[in-house]
């Protein structure tokens, strides 16, 4: 990969000691020439933090090519990591951006603090600019000849029969997109407890276990919880980390062991490459089914 010879700094933070910088060869988006990111992280030496796979953050783009570089360790025992990305932008796309992402980290010695010392921060998100708009093409056309009508063919019948089966697809996905705008609008009118039992069905009906998918399973099962907090006591879920999201929780005055519990257990097999099994997933779907039940009841009486 092609080293940044002019980059630009588009990420710059520090959270509890570790530093991490993303510089690209450029901010504007060309839509004939890739962009290059350089990923640089540096860690004390009494810590040791991860990078979730960005692959699924990037907006707007292919990933090309991404390759690791050597870790560098200073002399005050800090260790410098960086990641290299070749980024193809997509033609015509709405957004380029790289969406946010958790870094988890924890002590290298485990014992050094309590409970385990482990902890993430969000970061991002970087966001690029559209290229620019391109000038009207104005003028007319030079020649306007009379067409003349083909005759009547076999290859014209074909073309009629394409057509109208192209037709007969366009009606049948607007048929599917009104159905589902309907349900959408149905699903808008639920108390959050009803929404939230629709969506754990949709869910579930998708299998993800059964497909060694435990990760999409996870991060779909733990939004549908969250979601749930979000319509019913108005705290955006979604968008904290998990350590927000009970700081939130507890400045309200409001108890949640068991979702706490479920939420952290979650954490370990979307952020911290814990291998989930069948019975994992199915605990993991009866305690949130559980947490839903109780806190429904909860507010009912």
Excluded at 217 to 237: P, S
Excluded at 251 to 268: I, P, Q, T, V, Y
Aim: glycine share 6%; net charge positive; with cysteine.
């Amino acid at each position: 990969m092609t080293l940044l010879l002019i980059a630009a700094t588009v990420l710059e933070m520090s959270r509890n000691g570790i530093d991490l910088k993303i510089d690209a060869d450029r901010t504007q988006i060309d839509p004939a020439r890739s962009v290059f990111l350089t990923v640089t992280m540096k860690t004390p030496a009494d810590v040791k933090a991860k990078l979730p796979d960005l692959r699924d953050r990037v907006r707007g783009f292919s990933l090309a090519e991404e390759y690791a570089g050597k870790p560098v360790k200073n002399a005050d025992g800090s260790l410098v990591e960086t990641f290299n990305w070749k980024l193809v932008p997509e033609p015509c796309a709405d957004v380029y951006k790289i969406a946010p992402f958790a870094v988890s980290a924890s002590p290298k010695l485990l014992s050094s603090r309590s409970d385990d010392g482990k902890f993430s921060f969000v970061a991002g998100p970087v966001v690029f600019e559209n290229p620019p708009a391109r000038e009207p093409v104005t003028g007319a056309m030079e020649s306007d000849p009379t067409k003349d009508l083909p005759p009547l063919s076999w290859k014209l019948v074909g073309w009629c029969a394409a057509a109208l089966a192209a037709a007969a697809a366009v009606l049948a996905s607007l048929f599917l997109l009104a159905r589902y705008v309907a349900r959408r609008v149905k699903e808008h009118r639920m108390s959050p407890i009803e929404r939230a039992w629709v969506e754990l069905d949709r869910l579930l009906k998708k299998g993800l276990p059964g497909r060694g998918r435990y990760k999409d399973f996870y991060v779909e099962l733990t939004m549908v919880v969250r979601r749930y907090v979000q319509r019913k006591y108005g705290i955006k879920a979604p968008h904290l980390t998990t350590e927000e999201f009970f700081e939130e929780i507890g400045a309200r005055g409001m108890k949640g062991e068991d979702l706490r519990k479920f939420l952290e257990s979650a954490d370990l097999v979307k952020f911290a490459g814990v291998q989930a099994t069948p019975e994992m997933a199915d605990e993991a779907t009866n305690s949130a089914r559980g947490y839903l039940k109780v806190d429904s009841q909860a507010a009912e009486k």
